[in-house]
């Protein structure tokens, strides 16, 4: 039996659904996990005075800050997620300023590079929204497998899905074993996606992000690396010359872990070539097996170590199959 | 220079400097240790990653080791803490690491007076999570323990350490509030108080806040904190306490009331109201403090005033920050107000940059550090704790309880 459970953190919704037979057992085990989503909310909301984020944003200019252990661990990935992303993903919103990580002491810093001129790199303070939301589910996703639980889905606003295991499956040879996810602009637009407009993402043991520009005309996205707005595709198309439109309207990208998928999905979002080519020439761990832009053609993969991905035409099962509204 | 508006400018010329006059002591600024701290935390829950976290902020804390009787919790909080020793055991935790100054006790309520009783012993300052104890005994030889030490020994009320909570005591003492007229605190949360076991004696042991013989439920856990605040508020002890307690929504098995409401009767008819419900979210945590010129509002890391239209003018909370709730306009308290105005950081103000927890450790720390006594110290904590002891009694009874003076006493 299904069992779906909620909680408001981050600004948007997290659900979780898991299967259990015994529903107080099921209760206690999600509100574990969601506890662990509101720590993280805690921590990263830029709203909260006592936040770690709030916290670095006030005295990291100033001096070394010291910050848990756990905390570390994410800003480390998202100096590796900056790097390797050549700046795309940058939690810091500008290539003027550096986080700066001691190990040893635990503790963070941010440097502003002398030779950057601040009027064309704004400093608006470090950000952790997407990625937040990835490592949160990542984490609540570590609580219910020391549960025990090995059927789950978990996501947040719908954007950020993970996956424990995969729900039996239906005798359906079309189809490999996984929570299906389809991605589309919106319900609306989902109901009369045709093929090749949505895209449905089968999970298994996997985390999927999606980001995308919001419909806004002219986009509003902003390249961290110049401080230059963003055109999408889809919203550009029809008004600017071809050779003005720079990114892709929405990108997914699935990979074993939330916090990766969210790095990935920002920045092929700006720059669909952003991947490393062969992917794999990527820190291992930071590579990801399924990644895809919608371009004003449909969606297009970009990279795939999967075979199960099928397309939308798929038959629905709705009790199995969430759907990603970005 | 600074950039400040005409309106902050006056602010920290005239009005918060006025307010600063009659309150010292009020830093919301991180706490500076003049020497290095070795620490250690036993029981390593939810409450002991919170500790871990706000411990690695306080500048010159050292977490040097953590026990748990649970191995792999142990073991996973002494990764938390970067390097940190894990032990299952206290005494082999305090035999083995020798430089050791200062333990902090976040075990189940009661699991507190062993660990406790252990750390005095072996010469160590304490911090006892609150409520101390879930019987008078156990509380009673905590606080015996402490009164027969050199060592510090502070208890987890966090309210007395709290930078807004100090402000708002000092505006509720002062004639900005004048008389009490009534008490009434808060605490909503939805959420089942359960944690999953993976076998049942793992968890049974996890859910010790559901089980009638050890747990204080809802009175003790949640409203011990609140009451702990009414009483520092008013250098008042409840003579009575009446409670009422069901189980409005999670009806599984538990015999801890979800949903209860307490009364703490002072003297000359001041009551202190507590709510607390594990069925519902909405309005989270809060005291208010209801005066003849004034109402205070605190949900621990903000503080607001509501004032009478006759109350007095008192010049500076013309120029105050303030904050629109439904009919009602409050007055945001903002500690180091004066600091922050002349650096035009007054609207930075609103909300403390620490969580309360944050405040709580640093105040003990400081107080090893300094050798002074801190702002919970063993008797303090005896009293609050006795009270929500009787309040968890009169809930599970639906029933008034009438305060042994006895029971007060070290």
Partial sequence: MLHCFATQAMACRFEIVLESGNPVWAAAVAEDALAEICLWDRKLSRYDSASDVSRLNRDAWQRPVRVDGEMFALLALCRQGTDLTGGLFCPLGTPAVTLELDPIAGTVCFVRHADADPTSSPWHGLNMGAIGKGWALERAATVLRQHGVTCALLHGGTSSVVAIGAPQPQNDPDHAPGWRIRIGEDAAALAEATAGESLVIPLNDESLSVSAHHGRSGGHVIDPRSGELIRPVASAAGTVPESQVQAAATSAVVHSSGAWSEIWSTALLLDPQALPSPPAAALPPADPSFAAVRAAGGWRTIHDRRVRLTPSSATHRPHLEGSSNV | ?410
């Fill in chain 2, 1 to 410: 220079m600074f950039d400040l508006s005409r309106r902050e400018f006056v602010a920290s010329s005239a009005g918060a400097l006025a307010a600063m006059a009659i309150l010292p002591d009020l830093s919301r600024a991180a706490t500076m240790l003049a020497g290095p701290v070795n620490v250690a935390l036993v029981g390593c829950g939810r409450q002991g990653r919170a500790i871990i976290a706000e411990l690695a902020k306080i500048e010159n804390v050292k977490l040097l080791a953590v026990c748990d009787l649970d191995q792999a919790r142990s073991e996973a909080a002494g990764k938390r803490a970067q390097g940190a020793q894990s032990f299952t055991d206290i005494k082999a935790m305090l035999d083995k690491v020798k430089d050791i100054a200062a333990v902090i006790i976040a075990t189940p309520t009661h699991l507190h007076k062993e660990p406790v009783l252990a750390a005095i012993a072996a010469g160590k300052h304490v911090y006892c999570e609150a409520p101390m104890a879930h019987t008078v005994a156990d509380a009673k030889a905590i606080a015996t323990a402490a009164a027969g030490t050199k060592t510090i020994v502070a208890v987890g009320f966090e309210g007395r350490s709290n930078p807004v909570y100090k402000l708002a005591r000092s505006f509720f003492r002062s004639d900005a509030v004048r008389e009490a007229i009534a008490i009434e605190s808060k605490q909503f949360q939805k959420t089942t108080w359960r944690f999953p076991g993976n076998d049942p004696a793992r968890e049974a042991a996890a859910n010790w806040r559901l089980d009638k013989a050890v747990s204080l439920g809802l009175p003790g856990e949640w409203g011990s904190h609140a009451f702990d605040v009414g009483m520092w508020y008013t250098d008042r002890i409840p003579q009575k306490v009446r409670g009422f307690g069901a189980i409005r929504l999670h009806a599984d098995g538990r015999a801890i009331a979800d949903t209860v409401h307490c009364d703490l009767i002072f003297a000359e008819g001041l009551r202190m109201q507590f709510d607390g419900s594990l069925g519902n979210s909405y309005e989270g945590r809060y005291e208010l403090f209801r005066g003849a010129n004034a109402a205070i509002k605190l949900g621990w890391t903000h503080g607001w005033m509501f004032k009478e239209a006759d109350a007095p003018t008192q010049g500076w909370e013309v120029y105050a920050n303030r904050q629109q709730f439904h009919n009602d306009e409050g007055i945001t308290l903002i500690a180091d107000a004066t600091k922050l105005a002349s650096q035009g950081k007054l609207k930075d103000g609103v909300g403390l940059p620490y969580s309360s927890l944050y405040y709580a450790l640093s105040d003990f720390v400081g107080a090893v550090d300094a050798g002074k006594a801190p702002a919970c110290d063993a008797a303090a904590g005896l009293r609050s704790t006795v009270i929500a002891i009787a309040a968890a009694q009169a809930t599970a009874e639906n029933s008034e309880i009438a305060i042994n003076p006895a029971d007060l006493k070290i």
